[in-house]
């Protein structure tokens, strides 16, 4: 186990140096003064100069990565350009609000998705199936931002249930529709794949040996056919962060809520490029990070795993 | 591992199996496929976006451009739908329906263009790494798992804005940069289990130059998973290239984008217009239904068992 572990980490090494220099080059070799697009039309040759130099623009770029990657090492993501704010205490203080946001998404997603997933399976072709996946595929293919837009228009303006846009008071009625639009997306995938590792769990042969002796259906789904299915689930909910990290930048964009997702859009918008580049690399590496913990509990999760 | 093939949507295997027993690979597939009704409707309502989409000009009541409001005065701003705009007016006078059959132009130009990229990008690296193996595949491999880290929103987002360029060029580009991945995993995946066959073995024994055994030979048999993949793939690039176009950074104004019209619209829905921004919803998510109920019918007309 502590062996599979070591080699995890050590296999993620690379790929987190590949990820930081992706970003660095995306950022840096484009076409174009990455200062000149900061300041758009504005700002003198002098000015210039000076944000060059502060931001080690002048140097080459051989130069320039390696101080990139010496300040990444020190937790150094670089300063804003916009308002000179440090670009991890930037992050720092907006993720509690994503983290809300994306747990309240995942647990949302989860629950419903496999509850709905396992019930298709269980009652196979009848209304319900039918119902469900047509809701779920409808799900996946819905713009997340619109069908947001829609259920602040019904729920929040309409109905008046819950309060509109923003983060409030930080309570949890804020949360509600923000964690709905970014949870539908999760719940679809995870019903989808439910059921379908259901419907092969309950096809197996120890499935039908535990209903010949007489075992009640609902006890031979819940015990013994749930704890199998749902290991091909647990993993994939590592792979969702990065959807569920994709769409975070939309909901929190419609719901102007405080978090990371916003965060990169208005630096985008606003050319601020340490800031972006910060922001991109931060969520990749939450991203290696969330799934090597996956990993880990999988080999946990399922002893085959750890001698492949 | 887990059976993707059984979704909600599945036909019958058992159905008349005579009508299988001749024909063709592809021919086989077709008949099945014809049977799948989601799979039907889905190419149908493709063909159908993709009259509108050449048509527009044709079908679309209005110039999509053409502010009413100095033809039909002050009623033709933010009309709400009626015989004469059966989708409304927006805020400029415009014809809300012609727009949106416009947008279909750009959504699928934009879904056939960057697929087209991440084919050329994926299929060739895909097969260099599945078939060679060895360092080259380490290196390749690396690199899928690098992209694979970030979210693609983001990313997708990040290089559209240091391109600061948001021309329909610089958004297919930058989707196909990123969306290229999903298509490697599968071609790498078939071309390392397909290189140790005897045909395969055969023709390097007779002398053949890789390249014909790599396109030639080995190609036409992992085109069924491509092919899937990359019809299931239409449909996300659509979903983000309406994202992108929402937050500003695809399609500008006065275009008319699906996204770009949401976006516009948003702000009208507390006020009681809704339909600006509801139609253009409509329109991006039976676009991506019908994609991905064509790829769920192509995956199970030709048995592709994909690892999502």
Partial sequence: MFAYIVRKILYTIPVLWGVVTVVFFVINIVPGDPVAIMTGQRGDEETLA????????DLPLGQQ????????????????YRNNEPVS?????????????????LFLGTVLGIAAGVLSAVKRYSVFDYGAMFVAIAGVSAPVFWVGLLLLLFFAYTLGWVPGVGYGD??????????????????????????????????????????????????????????NAMIPVVTVIGTQISSLLSGAVLTESIFAWPGIGRLSVDSLLARDLPMIRGVVVFMAVTFLVVNLLVDISYAFLDPRIRYD | MTDVRQNAFDTAPEENPKALSSGSLWYEAWLRFRRNRLAMLGLFMILALVGIAVFAPQLAPFDPYKQLIWTEGSKAKLAAPSWAHLMGTDAYGRDIMSRVFYGARLSL???????VVSLLIGVPLGAIAGYYGGWIDDLIS????VIFAFPF???????????NNPSMIAVFTAIGLVSWVSIARVARAQFLSLREREYVESARALGLPTRTILFKHILPNTLAPIIVQATLGIGSIILMEAGLAFLGFGAQPPEPSWGLMISDGQQYLTTGQWWWAFFPGMAIMITVLAFNFLGDGLRDALDVRLKR
Wanted: glycine residues 8%; hydrophobic residues 55%; positive net charge.
């Fill in chain 1, 50 to 57: 000076k944000i060059r130099a502060d931001m080690g623009l």
């Fill in chain 1, 65 to 80: 990565y390696v101080r990139f990657l010496g300040q990444l090492c020190r937790g150094d993501l670089g300063t804003s």
């Fill in chain 1, 89 to 105: 205490s930037a992050i720092w203080t907006r993720l509690g609000a994503t983290a809300r946001l994306a747990a309240g998404a």
């Fill in chain 1, 170 to 227: 930080g309570s949890f009625k804020y949360l509600i529709l923000p964690m709905i639009t970014l949870g539908i997306r999760p719940a679809a995938l995870t019903a989808r794949l439910s059921r379908s590792c259901m419907l092969e769990v309950l096809s197996q042969d120890y499935v039908r040996t535990a209903r010949a002796k007489g075992l009640k259906r609902t006890a031979v789904v819940m015990k013994h056919a749930l704890k």
């Fill in chain 2, 109 to 115: 130009q934009i879904g056939f263009l960057a697929t």
């Fill in chain 2, 142 to 145: 690396w690199l899928i798992n």
């Fill in chain 2, 153 to 163: 929103m983001l990313f997708v987002l990040a290089i559209v804005a240091v391109l």
